[in-house]
């Protein structure tokens, strides 16, 4: 090889193969496509996870009515009955009713005494339990729930099991007024303090 002679010469090929260019570009783009696609099905996935707010904010619902069926006082529990037909809705807004009668401090004309003769009130602490089906609105049920998912099952061993409860609950509605910074709590569906939750389990306030 003489001195002058330089890195390309006549008849050999310079750079890559045009194969390896065309299989690199084929690569990249299947690297690319196999990172993108699953995070757009993720987010997907979340944006679709549980009702949307036109199910559950509708001012033009009418009041649900309900009744009480059960009250157990030793458990500060309080079971209610509200019709089959009742929706989310109409739900959600017989929760936010109850929160505002508790603020105004009128929920004893609609609630039971859970805590009678309490200093913070009648209803210092209370679970309130929403059923669409009064077989459940019962004192075992209430019990069964009130105690959690985590309770020994020979406690009371022919009550009925957590997770059978759980999925019958439309509602739930939590009062604790010793915890200032949240002393309200109200849902669609049931869940513990645990965190097992029913299946239509939605935080609402």
């Not at 209610?80 to 004309?109: F, H, N």
């Not at 009130?121 to 669409?132: E, L, P, R, T, W």
């Not at 998912?149 to 509605?173: C, D, K, W």
């Amino acid at each position: 090889m003489s001195e002058d002679q330089g890195p390309y010469q006549e008849g050999k090929r310079a750079g890559l193969h045009p194969l390896v260019v065309v299989f690199g570009i084929l690569i990249g783009l299947w690297l690319f496509v196999a990172m993108i696609v699953p995070s757009s099905r993720n987010k997907q996935a979340a944006g679709t996870e549980g009702p949307s707010v036109s199910v559950i904010e509708d001012p033009e619902a009418a009041p649900v009515i309900f009744k009480v069926q059960t009250t157990i006082l030793e458990m500060n529990a309080v079971g209610l009955v509200v019709p089959p037909q009742a929706t989310d809705s109409q739900i959600v807004a017989l929760l936010k009713r109850l929160k505002q009668d508790r603020l105004a401090g009128t929920l004893a004309e609609q609630i039971p005494a859970t805590t009678p003769g309490h200093k913070l009130g009648d209803h210092a602490i209370a679970d309130i339990y929403i059923f669409s089906d009064k077989r459940f609105a019962e004192a075992d049920t209430l019990r069964t729930l009130t105690r959690g998912a985590h309770a020994p099952g020979t406690l009371y061993p022919g009550a009925i099991p957590f997770e059978t409860a759980m999925e019958e609950v439309r509602a739930h509605y939590r009062i604790d007024l010793n915890d200032t910074g949240s002393p309200d709590n109200g849902s669609l569906g049931f869940a513990d303090e645990s965190g097992v939750h029913s299946k239509h389990f939605r935080r609402i306030f």
